[in-house]
Nanobody, 123 residues
């Protein structure tokens, strides 16, 4: 089993910054990618940012956060961070960390999710 622990959410004024962190632990053989989704009230969950693991990392960002959010990892600690700058009220949502891993050398990829952390941006 794989566990994810998130931290760093909260309340911030428009234009402010927050940093989210997520640490993965448990039966992890290898990590394919990690990232963050968010879900606002009445809306579908959407990908915010993802980063692949390994020697040549790739990142993807939602169009709405490009240039404001930065995703990074600490592979030695199996953590992923999301630095969020220039926050807007429309960024208000519950942010969920995920990791896609193999739990064994011949295992298929599996997704695991964090419990979610609330980010609220006031205008």
């Amino acid at each position: 089993q794989v566990q994810l622990v998130e931290s760093g959410g909260g309340l911030v004024q428009s234009g402010g910054s927050l940093r989210l962190s997520c640490a993965a632990s448990g039966n992890i053989f290898s990590i394919y990618d990690m990232g963050w989704y968010r879900q606002a009230p009445g809306k579908q969950r959407e990908l915010v940012a993802r980063i692949t693991s390994g020697g040549c990392t790739k990142t993807n960002y939602a169009h709405s956060v490009k240039g404001r959010f930065t995703i990074s990892t600490n592979n030695a600690k199996n953590t992923v961070n999301l630095q969020m700058n220039s926050l807007k009220p429309e960024d208000t949502a519950i942010y969920y960390c995920y990791v896609r891993v193999r739990v064994g050398i011949a295992a298929s990829l599996s997704n695991y999710w964090g419990q979610g952390t609330q980010v609220t941006v006031s205008s």
